[in-house]
């Protein structure tokens, strides 16, 4: 069996708060994107789990998201006698801000109810998928969403308008905790872009939806490589262009496939390099 592991956007991204606990809260505008990792699940006779991953640099035991994954499924499915075999072909960038570990995770979930004959519904697999990491719902759910707690609370909203997305992400990266380390030195802002995002998603209006994308991080952080790669989106005709989750992959969105190829173009040197356009996501592969 083989599933769509679908990568993410932050159309916005507000710091809300901070919980006891030290996890920040969000208001996100989450977009699911067509770049994909691939997922093929099997089962296998032997009891347990097996994970293989093209990347030799990721680990493919408990310290791996698609791994607590099924771990998870299997434990609250009482099928902990059961073996599956889980290989994943990584195309989503590392260190990206692209949810690519959560969506990993969020098609093992979705396959593994399938081939054990969907023993749950959609809000409990939404309920594991939370005890797997804050992104995993999201990226089980897909599409466009405003997700909110520390991004497991999910509220569809109208869906992004087609467009073409140049992303670029280039070789600088910084891990999540360091992220937010470096974001607790800056004073809260309460200039929330969420809001104003849900609003110009509901009139379906692309320009202004591209004009109003927001990220706190990108904000703070400050990187010379997203500024420059964001700089070459807009000269090449992007109608918006920022940072998305904690980075440090950049997208700017386009009009035309035409107008983002020639902006891949621009960029060649700077990084990894796609074209993608928003989609559904996971529950529609």
Same mark, same amino acid.
């Given at each position: 069996?083989?599933?769509?592991?679908?990568?993410?956007?932050?159309?916005? !991204?507000?710091?809300?708060?901070? $919980?006891?606990? =030290?996890? &920040?809260?969000?208001?996100?505008?989450?977009?699911?994107?067509?770049?994909?990792?691939?997922?093929?699940?099997?089962?296998?006779?032997e009891?347990?789990?097996?994970?293989?991953?093209?990347?030799?640099?990721?680990?493919t035991?408990?310290?791996?998201t698609?791994?607590?994954?099924?771990?998870f499924?299997?434990?609250?499915?009482?099928?902990?006698?059961?073996?599956?075999?889980?290989?994943? &072909?990584?195309?989503?960038?590392?260190?990206?801000?692209?949810?690519? =570990?959560?969506?990993?995770?969020?098609?093992?979930?979705?396959?593994?109810?399938?081939?054990?004959?969907?023993?749950?519904?959609?809000?409990? !697999?939404?309920?594991?998928?939370?005890?797997?990491?804050?992104?995993?719902?999201?990226?089980? &759910?897909?599409?466009?969403?405003?997700?909110?707690?520390?991004?497991?609370?999910?509220?569809?909203?109208?869906?992004?308008?087609?467009?073409?997305?140049?992303?670029?992400?280039?070789?600088?990266?910084?891990s999540?905790?360091?992220?937010?380390?470096?974001?607790?030195?800056?004073?809260?802002?309460?200039?929330?872009?969420?809001?104003?995002?849900l609003?110009?998603?509901?009139?379906?209006?692309?320009?202004?939806?591209?004009?109003?994308?927001?990220?706190?991080?990108?904000?703070?952080?400050?990187?010379?490589?997203?500024?420059?790669?964001?700089?070459?989106?807009?000269?090449?005709?992007? !109608?918006?262009?920022?940072?998305?989750?904690?980075?440090?992959?950049?997208?700017g969105?386009?009009?035309?496939?035409?107008?983002?190829?020639?902006c891949?173009?621009?960029?060649?040197? $700077?990084g990894?390099?796609?074209?993608?356009?928003?989609?559904?996501?996971?529950?529609?592969a």
């Amino acid at each position: 069996m083989k599933r769509k592991a679908y990568a993410k956007i932050n159309l916005t !991204l507000d710091i809300t708060g901070r $919980r006891e606990d =030290g996890f &920040h809260t969000l208001d996100t505008v989450m977009q699911t994107v067509s770049l994909w990792d691939d997922v093929e699940l099997e089962r296998k006779a032997e009891p347990g789990i097996l994970l293989r991953c093209s990347k030799e640099y990721l680990p493919t035991d408990r310290r791996n998201t698609a791994y607590r994954a099924a771990q998870f499924f299997l434990e609250r499915c009482g099928l902990e006698k059961e073996g599956v075999s889980l290989s994943i &072909h990584k195309r989503i960038p590392g260190r990206a801000g692209m949810g690519g =570990g959560s969506a990993d995770a969020a098609a093992v979930l979705l396959g593994l109810n399938e081939m054990f004959d969907r023993k749950l519904e959609l809000s409990q !697999l939404l309920e594991l998928a939370a005890k797997v990491g804050a992104d995993v719902p999201f990226c089980l &759910h897909g599409g466009t969403c405003r997700c909110t707690g520390i991004g497991e609370v999910l509220e569809p909203v109208a869906a992004m308008p087609a467009c073409y997305l140049a992303i670029c992400k280039p070789p600088a990266g910084m891990s999540t905790p360091r992220a937010y380390a470096l974001l607790d030195g800056y004073p809260q802002t309460r200039n929330y872009g969420t809001p104003r995002m849900l609003a110009a998603l509901e009139k379906g209006d692309l320009r202004r939806v591209a004009s109003l994308l927001q990220n706190r991080f990108d904000e703070t952080m400050r990187l010379g490589p997203v500024r420059q790669i964001k700089g070459i989106m807009r000269a090449t005709g992007a !109608l918006g262009a920022m940072m998305t989750g904690s980075g440090s992959a950049v997208y700017g969105i386009f009009d035309s496939k035409e107008r983002a190829e020639a902006c891949l173009k621009a960029l060649e040197g $700077r990084g990894k390099l796609y074209l993608a356009q928003p989609c559904a996501g996971t529950l529609e592969a």
